[in-house]
């Protein structure tokens, strides 16, 4: 059964910082490229940031460049979103997904998602 379990979000003021994870289990984590999105209310799903494999380059949205950085285990299965310098516009449902097994996109995998939220 594939999984893709978020947590790290939470109420936090603006200026601060927090760390997401998303656990994957019941697929081939190594082989797949796996991105952050989030949805704000009203607004379409934004991609966050992607890595296709451990190790190969990030790909950040233009709008979190220099204050959210994402990260890979593969050996714990986990990406991470350290995400700093946070502002009221950040505030959105954060999503965990896996596309793959790459360069394939059969398969795209989504987590419920957690909530970040950025106000004072």
């Known amino acids: 059964q594939v999984q893709l379990v978020e947590s790290g979000g939470g109420l936090v003021q603006p200026g601060g910082s927090l760390r997401l994870s998303c656990v994957a289990s019941?697929?081939?984590?190594?082989?797949?490229?796996m991105s952050w999105y989030r949805q704000a209310p009203g607004k379409e799903v934004e991609l966050v940031a992607t890595?296709?494999?451990?190790?190969?380059?990030?790909n950040h949205a233009g709008s979190v460049k220099g204050r959210f950085a994402m990260s890979r285990d593969n050996a714990k299965s986990t990406i991470y979103l350290q995400m700093n310098n946070l502002k009221p516009e950040d505030t959105a449902v954060y999503l965990c997904?896996?596309?793959?097994?790459?360069?394939?996109?059969?398969?795209?995998?989504w987590g419920q998602g957690t909530q970040v939220t950025v106000s004072s």
């Open positions: 997904n896996a596309v793959g097994p790459v360069p394939e996109t059969t398969n795209d995998y």
């Open positions: 019941g697929f081939s984590f190594n082989e797949y490229a």
């Open positions: 890595i296709i494999r451990a190790g190969g380059m990030t």
